[in-house]
């Protein structure tokens, strides 16, 4: 490709758009041709794209974007600051990532279809994981409010479990756990069982990883939660959450870890939560091993002296 002529045409194309864009009393135009300058903004975007001019590319797709919003195509208009966004990934422009992503969003929302936008803001927080995990949690965090906002939070589980799953790589295990049980919930609006169940388990897992007996505490305040929902309190997911408690509480790491190889339930969890689950017990065994007791009554590590998921339960029953 020759790059030069390519750079040619898109400056060709740019100076007949931003023309169009002003009023012009020789050729009897008195105000803003929108509908003409937005498709040569589209033609010049393209081609500063393919000859390798990123910044002039997004700036274009900018006002290509404007323009379309000027004539009242906000979906196109949402699409264009999309790619606006993903430019701004390959420019290593992070803040602009977001908020191209946000404007996106907003703009899918105008055209009535917030679901589209609540995607953007997803795909966007994906592109900023590694740079800037803060940005991409509160992209995230945005997204899902765009669904629940939409009523269609039920099919935002790719998003649940990508949310999730950043927050556990950057430890934020409370986070984690918090989003987990929020996926639980909307998990019940479309009868996903399985899904809610291995939130429910995932969010266990998180909490007992952070490796204190606070948050230890706290794993089984949502596992008490999520007992609450009838679909949990007899899964397979929950009998494996009880009997690591159990586990806990009888004071015996190894106790721990064969609990967490001989259940299936650990082995199903999305990848990172596995991961998690995996290395249990992590950091100061003994008060973590305290406040378990403390919870659930006593244990001997193997299951017996606890309450189980259904009010009790034997050491067939857990282990």
């Not at 023309?19 to 498709?39: H, T, V």
């Not at 009535?112 to 927080?125: F, I, M, N, Q, Y």
Request: with cysteine; net charge negative.
């Amino acid at each position: 490709m020759d790059r030069g002529r390519k750079l040619e045409e898109a400056e060709h194309h740019m100076r007949k758009a931003n023309k169009l864009w002003a009023p012009s009393i020789f050729e009897l135009r008195l105000k803003p041709d929108w509908e003409g300058a937005a498709p040569l903004y589209e033609k010049a975007a393209l081609a500063y794209k393919q000859a390798g001019d990123l910044e002039k590319s997004r700036a274009a797709y900018e006002r290509a974007a404007m323009s379309q919003e000027k004539i009242g195509s906000t979906w196109h208009a949402a699409k264009h600051l999309e790619t606006a966004s993903q430019i701004s990934k390959d420019l290593g422009d992070w803040a602009q990532v977001a908020e191209f992503a946000r404007q996106a969003a907003s703009a899918f929302a105008q055209a009535g279809r917030p679901t589209a936008g609540a995607d953007a803001l997803s795909r966007g927080a994906k592109q900023l994981e590694e740079a800037s995990p803060s940005d991409a949690h509160a992209l995230y965090s945005e997204a899902l409010d765009m669904y629940e906002v939409d009523g269609k939070e039920g099919q935002a589980s790719d998003v649940f479990r990508q949310a999730a799953a950043c927050l556990v790589r950057n430890g934020k295990f409370s986070d984690a756990a918090a989003l987990l049980m929020r996926f639980g919930q909307a998990c019940e609006s479309v009868n996903a069982r399985s899904s809610q169940c291995k939130a429910y388990l995932g969010a266990v897992v998180a909490l007992l990883y952070a490796g204190d007996a606070r948050e230890a505490w706290q794993a089984r305040v949502v596992f008490q939660d999520a007992l609450a929902v009838d679909a949990f309190s007899g899964s397979e997911e929950a009998f494996a959450a009880d009997a690591l408690f159990l586990a806990y509480a009888g004071g015996a790491a190894d106790a721990v870890r064969g609990v967490v190889q001989s259940k299936a339930p650990f082995r199903q969890l999305d990848t990172a939560l596995g991961r998690l689950a995996a290395k249990l017990p992590v950091g100061d065994f003994e008060p973590q091993a305290r406040a378990a007791k403390d919870l659930v009554g006593g244990g001997d590590g193997g299951g017996g002296g606890g309450a189980g998921p259904c009010g009790g339960g034997s050491d067939d029953e857990l282990m």
